[in-house]
């Protein structure tokens, strides 16, 4: 001991460094172990890209999201319509939405007008097949809105062009109100596609009584929408109006029609818009005095805008028989006569001019009356 003491070697600096050479070593491999796990999770990661494709990388990425977002809004997100037409707008959100107008009447986009044919029933479409025939081959040029009670629930198939074209609906009775709610709803859904010009109201007992292309070059060629409204002096016309609705609505401007109308895209934006009209009607027009779905549009329309109405229907209905509804068409009426009947010695105005062709619609036909209808189709209605 003394020696080494004389030497100048402390013990404890002995102990010290002979203690902390492991050290280093440790260090290297820790450093080791951490490079080889990184080299193996990077081969891991490539290996699963190759094999599994790239979802998952991206899910993991769409998981964080910046403080701050670059907007979003394009014109497309505006005039692009959303792939179903399920939604959570209540009447009053969908009416306002639908009510919007541009200021500005060039469209900075291309545009392809379409017409919309919306179907109000209670449930199925029972001649839905003559209607598939007649829309086949004319994609792009039509929209289809149903509007049905909340309790049906639709079984199209994909391949139909009704399939999911049902809007959120609300429960009608006919001759309340809640048969122009639904028109309303209609065609409020049909606005939120800026791309819609016409819009066309039919029933589940409704048949074009002509193929497509003349239907659509009829409609879009017209200066004036289609709706009848009659001034009818008689108990059934002047009778049901309510001297509660004036000063808005006068004797004088209480108008009598079909609800089956062809109407573009101006009105269709008035009447959902209408905070005039609407709660008048709704008060005093009630049954059994008063049917509102042959008044409210026809008399809000003719004080509105008397000079864009062709003041008739497109859609034939046959009152011959006499009631308070209409003729209706069963398996054994679908005769080459009937039709005959209803497209031949016809007389009318289009477009201020006389014409032959009235009606492109018609209405009631059972649907025991499909069969006979897709067999007669191709010869007597060309589809």
Same mark, same amino acid.
């Given at each position: 001991?003394?020696?080494?003491?004389?030497? =100048?070697?402390?013990? #404890?600096?002995?102990? /010290?460094?002979?203690?902390?050479?492991?050290?280093?070593?440790?260090?290297?491999?820790?450093?080791?172990?951490?490079? $080889?796990?990184?080299?193996?999770?990077?081969?891991?990661?490539?290996?699963?890209?190759?094999?599994?494709?790239?979802?998952?990388? *991206?899910?993991?990425?769409?998981?964080?999201?910046?403080?701050?977002?670059?907007?979003? &809004?394009?014109?497309?997100?505006?005039?692009?319509?959303?792939? =179903?037409?399920?939604?959570?707008?209540?009447?009053?959100?969908?009416?306002?939405? %639908?009510?919007?107008?541009?200021?500005?009447?060039?469209?900075?986009?291309?545009?392809?007008?379409?017409? &919309?044919?919306?179907?109000?029933?209670?449930?199925?479409?029972?001649?839905?097949?003559?209607?598939?025939?007649?829309? &086949?081959?004319?994609?792009?040029?039509?929209?289809?809105? $149903?509007?049905?009670?909340?309790?049906? +629930? *639709?079984?199209?198939?994909?391949?139909?062009?009704?399939?999911?074209?049902?809007?959120?609906?609300?429960? +009608?009775?006919?001759?309340?109100?809640?048969?122009?709610? %639904?028109?309303?709803?209609?065609?409020?859904? *049909?606005?939120?596609?800026? !791309? @819609?010009?016409?819009?066309?109201?039919?029933?589940?007992?409704?048949?074009?009584?002509? @193929?497509?292309?003349? $239907?659509?070059?009829?409609?879009?060629?017209?200066?004036?929408?289609?709706?009848?409204?009659?001034?009818?002096?008689?108990?059934?016309?002047?009778?049901?109006?309510?001297?509660?609705? %004036?000063?808005?609505?006068?004797?004088?401007?209480?108008?009598?029609?079909?609800?089956?109308?062809?109407?573009? /895209?101006?009105? #269709?934006?008035?009447?959902?818009?209408?905070? +005039?009209?609407?709660?008048?009607?709704?008060?005093?027009?009630?049954?059994?005095?008063?049917?509102?779905?042959?008044?409210?549009?026809?008399?809000?329309?003719?004080?509105?805008?008397?000079?864009?109405?062709?003041? /008739?229907?497109?859609?034939?209905?046959?009152?011959?028989?006499?009631? %308070?509804?209409?003729?209706?068409?069963?398996?054994?009426?679908?005769?080459?006569?009937?039709?005959?009947?209803?497209?031949?010695?016809?007389?009318?105005?289009?477009?201020?001019?006389?014409? !032959?062709?009235?009606?492109?619609? #018609?209405?009631?036909? #059972?649907? @025991?009356?499909?069969?006979?209808?897709?067999?007669? *189709?191709?010869?007597?209605?060309?589809?």
């Amino acid at each position: 001991m003394q020696s080494r003491l004389e030497e =100048g070697k402390d013990p #404890a600096a002995i102990l /010290r460094t002979s203690s902390s050479r492991p050290f280093p070593f440790r260090l290297l491999q820790f450093f080791l172990l951490f490079l $080889v796990i990184g080299l193996g999770a990077s081969i891991l990661s490539m290996y699963m890209i190759r094999h599994f494709g790239i979802q998952n990388v *991206a899910l993991v990425q769409s998981a964080y999201k910046p403080c701050f977002q670059q907007p979003s &809004a394009t014109i497309e997100s505006w005039v692009r319509p959303t792939s =179903g037409l399920m939604h959570t707008m209540n009447d009053s959100e969908l009416l306002w939405r %639908a009510s919007f107008v541009p200021r500005i009447k060039n469209y900075p986009f291309k545009r392809r007008p379409k017409m &919309a044919f919306m179907f109000l029933t209670k449930g199925p479409l029972p001649l839905a097949p003559l209607w598939e025939n007649f829309f &086949a081959g004319h994609e792009g040029l039509y929209s289809i809105y $149903v509007h049905s009670l909340p309790s049906y +629930t *639709a079984d199209f198939p994909p391949s139909s062009v009704f399939y999911e074209r049902q809007i959120p609906s609300q429960v +009608t009775e006919w001759g309340m109100m809640s048969m122009c709610d %639904a028109e309303r709803r209609l065609l409020a859904n *049909a606005l939120l596609d800026i !791309s @819609n010009e016409w819009f066309l109201l039919f029933s589940e007992s409704c048949i074009p009584l002509q @193929n497509f292309s003349i $239907v659509h070059r009829y409609i879009t060629r017209s200066r004036y929408s289609f709706i009848g409204a009659i001034d009818e002096p008689g108990p059934y016309g002047r009778g049901r109006y309510d001297e509660n609705m %004036a000063p808005e609505i006068k004797l004088t401007d209480w108008r009598k029609g079909s609800q089956w109308f062809e109407i573009n /895209r101006e009105l #269709a934006i008035r009447v959902v818009g209408d905070t +005039t009209y609407y709660p008048k009607l709704d008060q005093f027009c009630t049954p059994h005095k008063c049917y509102v779905d042959e008044h409210y549009f026809q008399t809000m329309l003719t004080i509105d805008s008397p000079h864009l109405l062709a003041n /008739r229907s497109l859609t034939y209905v046959d009152w011959s028989r006499g009631g %308070a509804h209409p003729a209706t068409f069963g398996k054994d009426d679908i005769k080459e006569e009937l039709f005959k009947t209803i497209l031949q010695d016809q007389t009318c105005l289009y477009n201020n001019q006389p014409s !032959s062709l009235c009606f492109l619609f #018609a209405r009631k036909f #059972a649907p @025991n009356a499909l069969e006979p209808l897709l067999k007669i *189709a191709p010869k007597v209605l060309g589809i």
